[in-house]
């Protein structure tokens, strides 16, 4: 669930812009991680690379990808 500043930004409601997504999890909560997705093949690299710069954050995203192949 999208919270906090997060929530208001997505509702165009106020006028700070987080720095970071703010999210409610469930401590209990399983926890998926990227590497599993790849095992899984549930994308590709091209894929996950075109919605990393739909959203802005391919240079977040390369060291995880960079470890994800290694």
Do not use: N
């Not at 919270?3 to 997505?10: E, F, N, P, V, W």
């Not at 812009?17 to 991680?33: K, N, T």
């Not at 990227?34 to 075109?50: G, I, N, S, V």
């Amino acid at each position: 669930m999208v919270c906090l500043l997060s929530a208001l930004q997505y509702h165009d409601i106020g006028t700070q812009l987080p720095s970071e997504v703010w999210m409610a999890i469930d401590r209990r909560a399983r926890r998926p991680a990227l590497r599993e997705a790849w095992r899984a093949k549930r994308f590709t690299m091209d894929e996950l690379d075109r919605y990393a710069a739909i959203c802005r954050v391919q240079r977040v995203m390369r060291p995880y990808l960079e470890a994800l192949t290694a």
